[in-house]
DNA sequence: TATGGTACATACAAACATGTAAGTAATGGC
DNA sequence: GCCATTACTTACATGTTTGTATGTACCATA
């Protein structure tokens, strides 16, 4: 997200870990608010403010740079309406979209995973 | 992975972020070398060595931490033989195992869109 | 008694991610 | 001219993750 240092160790294995592609898959997708963000665009458009009441727990930088990074990754498409007060709309790209189905497993999954760490809390 | 301080707002938000099965899953397996990890037990049975030969860029430490976060959420099962010197073996769990078919697609998913980024580089 | 192999653990430092607070630009309406 | 609205941006502080270096326990063997 920031400018990387090009430090030896770290950046080195970062490489590593790009040439496998489920990393780089899930590195796409892993930032904190990515996939609620993702999730609630599967229901269509959304403006920036829309999102922001949305998520109010999630702060407006960071409600910005998640959308950058999206938009960088090429899941999300940015659009500018040359109006005052400006108005940005967001939107999935068919790249998101594919990705649809397979997080729907995962969540399933994930669903299912918690419930059993749940149980055996008791 | 390390203990957590509970900073009023980060730790409240991972509560939102938590609430999400599908979040919920994604963090399971974020850590940076979980899904080689998971990808080479997939083969079978794996001695502690045999990992860290294998993962020769992964340093000690860290393939103890991410073999002990998968531990932790079961999704790795460990056997200690009592033995010296020491032998320790690490084995995908059933809800692992459920997890491959899915992973299997994302990293499908990871390799057509990586070769999509490569290409409007040129 | 010293040495080696295995699977760690611990202390410390660097890099990275996220949160907080405040500011910006443009323009239409008052 | 002043203010409100929208979608940011910037500077700074805090928290988390990863890497580096070194140490430990065990016992068999030399």
New interface residues.
């Given amino acids: 997200m920031a400018a990387r240092k090009k430090n030896s160790t770290y950046t080195?294995?970062e490489q590593?870990?790009i040439d496998?592609?489920?990393?780089?898959?899930?590195h796409?997708?892993?930032g904190?608010?990515k996939?609620?963000i993702l999730?609630k665009l599967e229901g269509g458009k959304r403006r920036f403010g829309e999102l922001k009441r949305e998520f109010s727990?999630?702060t407006e930088r960071m409600l910005t740079l998640q959308l950058r990074a999206l938009e960088q990754?090429?899941l999300v498409k940015r659009t500018v309406y040359a109006e005052v007060p400006p108005r940005v709309e967001y939107e999935l790209t068919e790249?998101a979209r594919?990705?649809g189905p397979?997080?729907k497993?995962?969540?399933?999954?994930?669903?299912k995973?918690?419930r059993?760490?749940k149980n055996e809390m008791k």
Avoid at 20 to 26: E, F, G, N, Q, S
């Fill in positions: 080195r294995n590593c870990i496998c592609d489920l990393t780089y898959a899930v796409k997708i892993g904190r608010w996939l609620l999730d727990y999630i990754d090429g790249m594919e990705l397979i997080l497993q995962l969540s399933q999954w994930g669903g995973q918690r059993l760490a």
